[in-house]
Each structure stands twice: as C-alpha cells, then as structure tokens.
C-alpha cells in the first residue's frame, strides 16, 4: 500500500512558476514509477509527465515539453514536478500517482495502482 500526498498548487499568474511535490509512504517507493496527472473542469485526466522507477526514463506530454520537469528523489520517497512559464490552460487539479513498473513508464491513468488527493493550480492571465 502507498499512500501519496501533494503539495504546491496555488493562485500564480501567466509566466510563473510553481513547484509541486508528491510525498509518498511506504519502503518501496524506488519500485515505483511514477506519474503526474491533472484534470481540468469536465474534462477527462490527462498525463502530464512520467518518471520510471530509478529516474532514468521520462515522459511529457506534448503541451508540457520544455516547460515542466518532473524529478524524483527515492532517498526522500517524493516526486517533484517543477513547471515554469505557466499558461492559463495549465490551470487544474493536479495528481500524482505511482505505478508498480520496475521498468519505463505509463502515460495511461489505467496502469496507474496509487493516487494521491489532488493539488490545485490556478494560472490567472
């Protein structure tokens, strides 16, 4: 069982940056891979960015590229992800989750074992 726990979401303005983290329990963390998700007002969850389990694979979604990074320090048990250069259509509850793949990533929520509550993140123009 992983019990997972996000922070850093907030009210920040187009062109900001904000910093999220992802706190997980448990010893297995470093089996996990891990992944970043939101979901905007009627709209389906999308994957934002996936790290594998030991941190050498990533994923981001297209309209994400260059802008965020998603980060992971197993010694920690917590996942970062850092996004820069904030747009209104950023705006979403954010979630991590956490998948039991040793090895690569999901960018399915489907595969995805463990979720945490959400972050909100709100980009004002």
């Known amino acids: 069982q992983v019990q997972l726990l996000e922070s850093g979401g907030g009210l920040v303005q187009a062109g900001g940056s904000l910093r999220l983290s992802c706190a997980a329990s448990?010893?297995?963390?470093?089996?996990?891979?891990m992944g970043w998700f939101r979901q905007a007002p009627g709209k389906e969850r999308d994957i934002v960015a996936a790290?594998?389990?030991?941190?050498?694979?990533?994923y981001y979604a297209d309209s994400v590229k260059g802008r965020f990074t998603i980060s992971r320090d197993n010694a920690k048990n917590t996942v970062y992800l850092q996004m820069n250069s904030l747009k209104p259509e950023d705006t979403a509850v954010y979630y991590c989750?956490?998948?039991?793949?040793?090895?690569?990533?999901?960018?399915?929520?489907?595969?995805?074992?463990?979720w945490g509550q959400g972050t909100r993140v709100t980009v004002s123009s």
């Open positions: 790290i594998s389990s030991r941190g050498g694979n990533t």
């Open positions: 989750a956490a998948d039991r793949a040793l090895f690569g990533v999901a960018t399915s929520p489907v595969h995805y074992d463990y």
């Open positions: 448990g010893r297995t963390f470093s089996s996990y891979a």
